[in-house]
């Protein structure tokens, strides 16, 4: 199956400060995706992203499918973006429900 | 608002006790998943549907069961809990016609004492 790794494991920033959350993948995908998981255990989606850039506020993420990475920018870190975030990617072909494959996740710390 | 919802979002229960955890959506989606993780770690597919009358066992196996006999409804069933079952259970679905993406549920803390 695929492998995902991310990186940095553990991550601790000052408010304000600015961050990289990257995804390897050892194969082809067509769906990849961000999300964060709050303290509460709720995985919230923030990119569905198999290839390109997309922005949204304060976040944003690249992935560059050929060469099978995603990264994931948060900008003025707020001690609310705490928590862990997860990549995901899956491969679907003709019609298969087969689900996600989620890397160990980045655990980030904002401290005030 | 079309969402997705668990109950219930935490459980305690005996060894030996059988469990259902719900977990419906009001999305109109034909795929869903159910996904495991212990603390601090990934997440793991254990069941998925494609649609009515359809379950499929995911990647990492598991002893509960699932059963999909309306499109919005998805429970997942433990005949015996055990204390190794003790994990949080994640519920999610996605619309294949646009595109794979899952939305997830609140999710499920199970503890088997």
């Known amino acids: 199956g695929i492998q995902v790794e991310q990186s940095p494991p553990d991550l601790i920033l000052q408010e304000g400060a600015n961050s990289t959350l990257r995804c390897n993948f050892s194969?082809?995908?067509?769906?990849l995706q961000w999300f964060h998981q709050n303290p509460w255990g709720q995985l919230i989606n923030l990119f569905y992203i198999p290839s390109g850039t997309k922005q949204n506020g304060r976040l944003s993420a690249t992935t560059v499918a050929t060469e099978r990475y995603s990264l994931l920018y948060i900008s003025s870190s707020q001690t609310t973006d705490s928590g862990v975030y997860f990549c995901?990617?899956?491969?679907?072909?003709?019609?298969?429900?087969?689900?996600?494959?989620f890397g160990k996740g980045t655990h980030l710390i904002i401290q005030p | 608002e079309a969402d997705i919802y668990q109950t219930p979002r935490y459980l305690v229960i005996g060894t030996g006790k059988k469990i259902t955890l719900e977990c419906s959506q009001t999305m109109g989606h034909d795929k869903m998943y159910w996904y495991q993780q212990d603390p601090g770690m990934e997440l793991h597919l254990i069941h998925y549907s494609y649609g009515v009358n359809s379950t499929e066992k995911g990647d990492l196996s598991s002893e509960s069961t699932v059963s999909r006999i309306r499109t919005e409804h998805f429970p997942l069933t433990l005949e015996s809990a055990r204390p190794s079952h003790t994990s949080q259970y994640l519920c999610?679905?996605?619309?294949?016609?646009?595109?794979?993406?899952?939305?997830f549920g609140p999710g499920t803390r199970l503890t088997v004492t």
């Open positions: 194969d082809s995908v067509n769906n």
């Open positions: 995901a990617v899956a491969l679907y072909s003709g019609g298969g429900a087969d689900g996600l494959t």
């Open positions: 999610a679905s996605s619309d294949p016609g646009k595109t794979h993406e899952q939305y």
